[in-house]
């Protein structure tokens, strides 16, 4: 199972990416999607995810009102869209996809907030 995840940069502080997953490995609607990230020296959190079959989907509270997780189902694709971005938000970003007991991650793409 292969993800792979993209759209990550370099961004002012209040600016605004889209990052994307996507696989041709299975389709994403049948999966709980997420995206994490591990900032600098610090350890891997959850930022949101989604689950089209049960209906759900969460943030982080520091994403709150500015991130936005979205499925795709024609191009097979989770995006986040993250907006009014902070230095804090700078991290390497990872989604995941996960079935029962099945769990697959992307590579991760790097996303910089600073002036």
Same mark, same amino acid.
């Given at each position: 199972?292969?993800?792979q995840a993209s759209g990550g940069g370099l961004v002012q502080p209040g600016g605004s990416l889209r990052l994307s997953c996507t696989t041709s490995s299975f389709r994403m609607?049948?999966?709980h999607i997420g995206w994490f990230r591990q900032p600098p020296g610090?350890?891997?959190e959850g930022v949101s995810c989604t689950s089209k079959r049960y209906g759900r989907t969460e943030?982080?509270?520091s994403v709150k009102g500015r991130f $936005?997780? =979205?499925?795709?189902?024609?191009e097979n694709t989770v995006n986040l869209q993250m907006t009014s971005l902070k230095p804090e938000d700078?991290?390497?970003y990872y989604c995941?996809?996960?079935?029962?007991?099945v769990v697959s991650w992307g590579q991760g793409t790097?996303? $910089?907030? =600073?002036?």
């Open positions: 199972v292969q993800l609607v049948n999966y610090k350890e891997r943030y982080a509270n $936005t997780i =979205s499925l795709d189902t024609t700078t991290a390497v995941r996809a996960q079935k029962g007991e790097l996303v $910089t907030v =600073s002036s």
